[in-house]
């Protein structure tokens, strides 16, 4: 219903003189100039607020959960914090017991402390 109404409004809408009062309230804008026009062009085709989604593993989301630091949550792991950033990115995975216990504490994230 939001973008219905946006699109009726946008499309009534002069872009160039938009842009012209944009520069002249702010003339270091001119760079910006035909991105803006771009972006404004998008909104009344009906095509604006594209959602992203970002996966992030679940070492991050753990470490995040319990509010710790790179530095902090590998040394509560007993890892390196090059081992942890290599998990995080995707770049190398956990596996083993280290895994089995990044399951356990995503359970149950209090216990993190106790690794301390």
């Given at each position: 219903?939001?973008?219905?109404?946006?699109?009726?409004?946008?499309?009534?809408?002069?872009?160039?003189?938009?842009?012209r009062?944009?520069?002249?309230?702010?003339?270091?804008?001119?760079?910006?100039?035909?991105?803006?026009r771009?972006?404004?062009l998008?909104?009344?085709?009906?095509?604006?607020?594209?959602?992203?989604?970002?996966?992030?593993?679940?070492?991050?989301?753990?470490?995040?959960?319990?509010?710790?630091?790179?530095?902090?949550?590998?040394?509560?792991?007993?890892?390196?914090?090059?081992?942890?950033?290599?998990?995080?990115?995707?770049?190398?995975?956990?596996?083993?017991?280290?895994?089995?216990?990044?399951?356990?504490?995503?359970?149950?994230?209090?216990?993190?402390?106790?690794?301390?």
């Amino acid at each position: 219903m939001l973008n219905k109404q946006i699109k009726d409004v946008a499309k009534d809408w002069d872009i160039d003189a938009m842009l012209r009062a944009v520069v002249k309230d702010d003339p270091e804008m001119k760079e910006h100039q035909e991105s803006l026009r771009q972006a404004l062009l998008e909104v009344q085709r009906g095509r604006f607020a594209r959602k992203s989604v970002v996966n992030v593993s679940l070492i991050t989301q753990l470490r995040h959960k319990v509010g710790l630091s790179q530095s902090k949550f590998a040394q509560y792991l007993g890892i390196s914090v090059n081992t942890l950033k290599s998990w995080e990115q995707g770049q190398r995975n956990p596996s083993g017991a280290a895994l089995k216990l990044i399951q356990l504490l995503d359970k149950y994230p209090e216990l993190v402390m106790e690794l301390g």
